[in-house]
């Protein structure tokens, strides 16, 4: 079971930017394809942006297309969430987590999360 650790949020102010980090323990990171979610106050998480093992996929809600990019580092067994433009409604704990790219499914645990605040 890979373990999951994710960093880099904060307060930020709207229309800035942050970048979020995410750790993942074991030697086979460049077989796991990755994502990003977020959680609102509220019961449901929502998917916000999927990486293919090789990094050569992509895909984001439509929220945040054109202001977020995902990438990775296998080499250093990190997973990126680079956040620009942000808005309030982008305020969330955010999650990364192991999926299958093509499907959707959830494949690891949750880590901690990171707070991201934005304030308008």
């Known amino acids: 079971q890979v373990q999951l650790v994710e960093s880099g949020g904060g307060l930020v102010q709207a229309g800035g930017s942050l970048r979020l980090s995410c750790a993942a323990s074991?030697?086979?990171?460049?077989?796991?394809?990755m994502a990003w979610f977020r959680q609102a106050p509220g019961p449901e998480r929502e998917f916000v942006a999927g990486?293919?093992?090789?990094?050569?996929?992509?895909r984001y809600t439509d929220s945040v297309k054109g202001r977020f990019m995902i990438s990775r580092d296998n080499a250093k067994n990190t997973v990126f969430l680079q956040m620009n433009s942000l808005k309030p409604e982008d305020t969330a704990v955010y999650y990364c987590?192991?999926?299958?790219?093509?499907?959707?499914?959830?494949?690891?645990?949750w880590g901690q999360g990171t707070q991201v605040t934005v304030s308008s």
């Open positions: 074991g030697r086979t990171f460049s077989t796991y394809d």
């Open positions: 987590a192991r999926i299958n790219y093509a499907s959707g499914a959830l494949l690891s645990s």
């Open positions: 990486i293919s093992m090789s990094g050569g996929g992509t």
